[in-house]
């Protein structure tokens, strides 16, 4: 009987390891990068949304809000890698920076940054923000754009986003979510508002999943340069198509000879005159001999 008491002590002592070492992991390799569906203050957190001045490429489909600020690394991921997936399934990403405030007197971000966040948020331009996130920061001058410091208007502009993001954070702040930038916002099919903070790619999946998005997407077309036309598709064949004679300009005709008429076709050059007299034959060579053979 004590035999029996001990090795059953051991075993709910080694089902008590397993299940703490399973709960464990199911929380740190799965449940944390799950995002969460948002159950308070949800009309607060759809009012913020609308009300700020985000960018989009279009599309017009249900929206999908990302929110981050420039030098974010993880935020330039995502919407290089991602951003093309969700709008293959239909969704319309809306992109929401700002310009991080001061932290213990130091600086995070540059004058050239708080100006272009308050020109995004004043005119909504998504080609100054394709500009802006294709060109490296430290290269980025915000060139013919006004200046946010020592500006009173888009200096509040400016502000505004930080507050923005304040307020954000604070409505999402019973929802157990750790805010981590870039922090995305959806609503999934049955229209429950998600939350996730999206700084660690695997959490990229659920997002995915949730709008129905592919895990990749073809290659881009190529754009052809300006003036050269796209190359002509072939049939369902595979057969190359016939392609139309080029437009080409006319040839500047040689000093002294006549215009030709665009509308009459040239009449072929005449072959070239035979010399009258015919050219003298060479001169047979003259035989060399030497001691024993004979070379011509």
């Not at 505004?160 to 954000?168: E, I, N």
């Amino acid at each position: 009987m004590r035999r029996f008491f001990v090795w059953s002590a051991l075993a709910a002592l080694l089902g008590l390891i397993l299940a703490v070492g399973g709960f464990w992991a199911y929380q740190h390799f799965y449940a944390r990068f799950q995002p969460v569906t948002v159950t308070r203050n949800q009309a607060v957190i759809q009012q913020l949304l609308d009300e700020s001045s985000w960018l989009s490429a279009g599309g017009g489909g249900e929206p999908l809000y990302i929110i981050g600020y420039r030098d974010s690394a993880a935020m330039q991921r995502y919407e290089r890698e991602e951003a093309p997936k969700l709008r293959a399934a239909g969704v319309e990403v809306r992109i929401i920076v700002f310009a991080r405030p001061d932290r213990e007197g130091l600086a995070q971000s540059t004058a050239a940054e708080r100006a272009t966040v308050a020109e995004l948020w004043l005119t909504r331009d998504w080609t100054l923000y394709q500009r802006w996130t294709a060109t490296p920061s430290n290269n980025w001058s915000a060139a013919g754009i006004p200046g946010a410091d020592g500006n009173l208007a888009r200096g509040a502009v400016v502000e505004a986003g930080r507050d923005f993001v304040g307020a954000l954070n604070e409505a999402l702040g019973g929802e157990g979510l750790r805010i981590s930038y870039p922090l995305v916002i959806w609503r999934d099919r049955e229209g429950y508002m998600k939350a996730c903070a999206c700084s660690d790619s695997r959490s990229w999946a659920f997002v995915r999943d949730d709008l129905d998005a592919p895990d990749r997407v073809g290659p881009a077309a190529v754009a052809a340069p300006d003036g050269v036309p796209p190359p002509m598709a072939y049939p369902g064949d595979g057969s190359p198509e016939t392609l139309p004679y080029p437009t080409l300009p006319p040839i500047t005709p040689a000093d002294g000879a006549p215009i030709p008429d665009p509308g009459v076709t040239p009449a072929p050059a005449p072959p070239p005159a035979r010399p009258a007299t015919p050219p003298p034959p060479r001169k047979a060579p003259q035989p060399k001999k030497q001691d024993d053979t004979t070379f011509f």
